[in-house]
T-cell receptor
Framework: DVKVTQSSRYLVKRTGEKVFLECVQD?????MFWYRQDPGLGLRLIYF???????EKGDIPEGYSVSREKKERFSLILESASTNQTSMYLC?????????FGPGTRLTVT | GQNIDQPTEMTATEGAIVQINCTYQ??????LFWYQQHAGEAPTFLSY????GLEEKGRFSSFLSRSKGYSYLLLKELQMKDSASYLC???????????????FGAGTRLAVHP
């Protein structure tokens, strides 16, 4: 069974703080993704990675960066959190076509 | 542009059949997915259609017409536990880093009542 875990289910941060969201998968998948999910907008791709140290911008990369130092771990970084980054963040991984999602992190920036 | 449309909300009765439609306009196409997402949980994979026609999997079926840019998810013998959001996603054939990106619709929230 594929397992994708995220470091926190709920997180509250202040404006301007640096925020790290971590994602770990245990199936040796090469491709990993970070999405945010907002009501009425669906899942939007922030960044993805197709190999260690490789990353590609998704549709909404502004205000975010990522790190993939090991195959199983993909981190999303908010350099200076802002209130418009309050959202549900979902990590996913895939080997070929089906994406497996983590449980999500609900981030609130106050 | 890229656009995926699906109804925002639907309601249905336990035991009935419901069809959730999805229309798409994308720059490339390499398959269409349906995911189920219960409130507060991760999306889980339901189906993947890459060729035209109907794919049946138990109580759930998914249909694709590539020429019409149209898909539907059919849920039969509805149960209360089927109350969830259903996400339509298109795999864009434009490759970046060797991978086909998924583009998601906003989701359809289905409420099943007794």
């Amino acid at each position: 069974d594929v397992k994708v875990t995220q470091s926190s289910r709920y997180l509250v941060k202040r404006t301007g703080e640096k925020v790290f969201l971590e994602c770990v998968q245990d199936m040796d998948h090469e491709n990993m993704f970070w999405y945010r999910q907002d009501p009425g907008l669906g899942l939007r791709l922030i960044y993805f990675s197709y190999d260690v140290k490789m990353k590609e911008k998704g549709d909404i990369p502004e205000g975010y960066s990522v790190s993939r130092e090991k195959k199983e771990r993909f981190s999303l970084i908010l350099e200076s959190a802002s209130t418009n980054q309050t959202s549900m963040y979902l990590c996913a991984s895939t080997l070929s076509y089906e994406q497996y999602f983590g449980p999500g992190t609900r981030l609130t920036v106050t | 542009g890229q656009n995926i449309d699906q109804p925002t909300e639907m309601t249905a009765t336990e035991g009935a059949i419901v069809q959730i439609n999805c229309t798409y306009q994308t720059s490339g196409f390499n398959g269409l997915f349906w995911y189920q997402q219960h409130a507060g949980e991760a999306p889980t994979f339901l189906s993947y259609n890459v060729l035209d026609g109907l794919e049946e999997k138990g109580r759930f079926s998914s249909f694709l017409s590539r020429s019409k840019g149209y898909s539907y998810l059919l849920l039969k013998e509805l149960q209360m536990k089927d109350s969830a959001s259903y996400l339509c996603a298109v795999r864009d054939s434009t490759k970046a880093g060797g991978y086909n990106k998924l583009i998601f619709g906003a989701g359809t929230r289905l409420a099943v009542h007794p």
